[in-house]
């Protein structure tokens, strides 16, 4: 079993949908959790970090659960610009940290 | 505030050479990790540098090492290259894990 395991997708979803991806992990001392989007060809960016109460920045809300080892990310009101990759990123020890291999998302006119 | 920056961009190397590639982090932050990405796949974790020491390696073979310096700048080594070791090498520094990594646009690394 993947450390950390994402649905690839592709998500292709109409501008204005909400979308929602998770992301699970398998080692429950996991300490830190984060979404990242990646552009084509580009560096990932930190999109927000995860908190166990949950956190909102905007249209985007992350959640995790740790009796289940899942966190999640959900978009609303989707533009055409959030067409990227997400990442989801845990810390699976102080020092190591994992990607998933990311789920993919365009958004269609 | 200067992000973080790594060099060269681009590089091609023959199979069985030697390459080093070069990540300077954000100011602030003492912590460097770098990342093997292939195409279509997330970042793998190679390993991370804490104020000079190697403090977390992800499943890669020794010929693969790096350094980090006073600075917080760092290097990666990669020793007899092999054509799979083709990709993009992604460097990130951060203050601490709870932050986040701030990457650099990464080195793409061609071996023929």
């Known amino acids: 079993r993947k450390e950390v395991e994402q649905d690839p997708g592709p998500f292709n979803v109409p501008e204005g949908a909400t979308v929602a991806f998770n992301c699970t992990y398998s080692n429950s001392a996991s300490q830190s959790f984060f979404w990242y989007r990646q552009d084509c060809r580009k560096e990932p960016k930190l999109l927000m970090s995860v908190y166990s109460s949950g956190n909102e920045d905007g249209r985007f809300t992350a959640q995790l659960n740790r009796a289940s080892q899942y966190i999640s990310l959900l978009i609303r009101d989707s533009k055409l610009s959030d067409s990227a990759t997400y990442l989801c990123?845990?810390?699976?020890?102080?020092?190591?940290?994992?990607f998933g291999s990311g789920t993919r998302l365009s958004i269609r006119p | 505030e200067t992000g973080v920056t790594q060099s060269p961009t681009h590089l091609i190397k023959t199979r069985g050479q030697q390459v080093t590639l070069r990540c300077s982090s954000q100011?602030?932050?003492?912590?460097v990790s770098w990342y093997q990405q292939a195409l279509g796949q997330g970042p793998q974790f190679i390993f991370q540098y804490y104020r000079e020491e190697e403090n977390g390696r992800g499943n890669f073979p020794p010929r693969f090492s790096g350094l980090q310096f006073p600075n917080y700048s760092s290097e990666l080594n990669v020793n007899a290259l092999e054509l799979d070791d083709s990709a993009l090498y992604l460097c990130?520094?951060?203050?601490?894990?709870?932050?986040?990594?701030?990457f650099g646009s990464g080195t793409r690394l061609t071996v023929v």
């Open positions: 100011s602030g932050h003492n912590t």
């Open positions: 990123v845990v810390n699976v020890q102080a020092s190591k940290i994992i």
């Open positions: 990130a520094s951060s203050q601490g894990q709870q932050y986040g990594y701030t």
